[in-house]
């Protein structure tokens, strides 16, 4: 089993800046791959960004592209996302994964059985 714990969404205004966090406990030897997605009222699931925990490798969707950069710390099990310039378009509830995908891809759903996060709301006004 795995535990995710996300945290550090918030308000801001457009163009303001936010550092999500997503804290693994547990059996974390159990995946390779960990994710950021988000998701609104009566909006699809959305894949944002994925980490490949054994190289680093990354892949962001092209809207946060340039925008949002998504990190890890493994001496912490704990995975980042930094959001900057952020639009209006980028409210949503924000959830963190872990799964095991070799290829680590931009997938929603995530190819294998995921552990989530409880997700943390991010309002951008305008």
């Known amino acids: 089993q795995v535990q995710l714990a996300d945290a550090g969404g918030g308000s801001v205004q457009a163009g303001g800046s936010l550092r999500l966090s997503c804290a693994a406990s547990?059996?974390?030897?159990?995946?390779?791959?960990m994710g950021w997605f988000r998701q609104g009222p009566g909006k699809e699931r959305e894949a944002v960004a994925t980490?490949?925990?054994?190289?680093?490798?990354?892949t962001y969707a092209d809207s946060v592209k340039g925008r949002f950069t998504i990190s890890q710390d493994n001496a912490k099990n704990t995975m980042y996302l930094q959001m900057n310039s952020l639009k209006p378009e980028d409210t949503d509830m924000y959830y963190c994964a872990a799964y095991l995908d070799y290829g680590c891809i931009l997938t929603t759903p995530p190819r294998s059985r995921a552990y989530w996060g409880q997700g943390t709301q991010v309002t951008v006004s305008a």
């Open positions: 547990g059996y974390t030897s159990s995946y390779n791959c």
């Open positions: 980490i490949f925990t054994t190289s680093g490798r990354t």
